[in-house]
């Protein structure tokens, strides 16, 4: 098979060594991709939101199957447009995309369908917005109805900040049309857990779980970003829970948005909190995440193209997920600077230490390749993944390979699993 991934990150670089292990992969090409993925596919320079140019060039292509990686086709209907063309596309159409697309819709659907998910209220009026405030208990958490790249939530602890960022979102507009509409939700408090899904309309498989860690720096400091590290799996996320989240959440969740006509095939990524109450929704997306993915689908057993293709074909109930009995820690080499103001262009080396057979990965993110070699071209640059036996020797491993790669401007946090040791994780 001709297989196309769309995209240009880490997760589609994760994508594209996933597929490249397929027995049913000929021939990967990836727009736009970038500097690693362009080492296993051939790249076209493509962005993801020019749908036309892409169905043309897939047709070029003769590309048998599409993995649409991002979130922003995705939603705006990548898929819809692929298979009006006639050809095969992994990922949720339009109107499922909604899931992650809209915020309000999302708590909407977990209210109708008794999911569990934090209080909430939504609003399309800044005055009104305001007014609510009056009435809640703080911290508040605010957030921008739309896509905002991760960064349109913001966790308000008194009544003066929240204020302030109901302007910057519904009135400054600081996440563009994101912030149209607003959800004003409950704050909740407890571990965070990522779970990763596939679905085929009616079927769900759950994947590994992960830990993200947003904000850019240490101790849970600083701005929200699209993702400083991650871990995989979760110590916290234990089988007693995941039995609750598969009888109250996941199944229900793909049984509602088929009874509401939008039929969900691809990815959902449960973002959960595990309170007091019991594990609650705090987001959903709509594709793998980044850098969860990263984690994720290295250890992942079987054929990435056999999975897709049964989500597509609607039958995932014939499939087994089966993942290695170990550990992968990401760790996100970032440009000092991010998310806010940073520098490009600089000259990476050391990328040719990373060797897979013993466990050790440099996803690309944001890099370029040019006349004197591969630059740094984004905020996110690398994902350092490593594997090993147990969380704590994988993040041992993983911080060890931070070392072998070198940039101007090279940045990273440095607890990422931090709370693996904090658990007393086995060593």
Not at 220 to 242: A, E, H, V
Not at 266 to 288: H, Q, S, W
Request: hydrophobic share 40%; charged share 30%; proline share 3%.
């Amino acid at each position: 098979m001709n297989i196309l991934i769309v995209g240009g990150g880490g997760r589609e670089h994760a994508i594209a060594d996933a597929v490249k292990k397929s027995e049913k992969a000929d021939k990967i090409y990836c727009c736009p991709g970038n500097a690693g993925i362009a080492e296993i596919a051939e790249c076209a320079d493509i962005p993801v939101m020019e749908f036309g140019r892409i169905v043309k060039y897939a047709k070029e292509k003769e590309i048998d199957f599409v993995i649409v990686g991002p979130d922003d086709p995705l939603v705006g209907g990548l898929v819809d447009e692929l298979e009006a063309a006639g050809i095969r596309a992994f990922g949720p159409r339009k109107n499922a995309a909604i899931l992650e697309g809209s915020k309000a819709f999302s708590k909407d659907l977990m209210k109708k369908y008794n999911i569990p998910t934090a209080e909430y209220a939504v609003f399309t009026d800044a005055a009104e917005a305001l007014a609510y405030l009056d009435t809640c208990k703080f911290p508040i958490v605010l957030k921008a109805d739309g896509l905002a790249l991760g960064k349109g939530v913001l966790i308000c602890q008194d009544r003066d900040e929240a204020r302030n960022g109901v302007k910057e979102i519904m009135l400054d507009k600081k996440f563009g049309t994101a912030g149209n509409k607003m959800v004003i939700e409950e704050f909740m408090t407890g571990r965070e857990v990522s779970v990763l899904t596939f679905c085929d309309g009616k079927t769900i498989k759950v994947m590994s779980s992960a830990q993200d860690h947003k904000r850019a720096g240490d101790g849970d400091t600083g701005l929200n970003t699209g993702g400083m590290g991650t871990f995989s799996p979760s110590p916290f996320y234990t089988k007693k829970i995941n039995d609750f989240c598969k009888k109250n959440i996941f199944q229900p969740t793909v049984d509602a948005m088929k009874a509401e006509g939008r039929e969900f095939k691809g990815v959902i990524f449960f973002g959960l909190m595990l309170t007091e109450d019991g594990p609650k929704v705090l987001e959903y997306n709509a594709r793998f995440g980044d850098p969860e993915a990263q984690v994720v689908l290295p250890r992942m057993k079987n054929d990435i193209i056999e999975v897709m293709e049964a989500c597509v074909d609607g039958s995932l109930s014939k499939i087994k997920l089966e993942f290695e009995d170990n550990a992968a820690v990401c760790v996100v080499l970032a440009s000092d600077g991010y998310p806010v103001r940073y520098t490009k262009g600089h000259l990476i080396s050391g990328l040719e230490k990373f060797t897979e057979e013993d466990g050790y990965y440099c996803f690309h993110a944001g890099t370029k390749k040019t006349s004197k070699g591969i630059v740094t071209n984004g905020g996110r640059v690398l994902g350092i993944t490593a594997k090993g036996e147990n969380l704590h020797k994988a993040r041992a491993n993983a911080y060890e390979a931070t070392t072998w790669v070198s940039f101007e401007n090279k940045y990273c946090r440095k607890d990422i699993g931090k709370a693996i040791d904090e658990f007393g994780e086995i060593r």
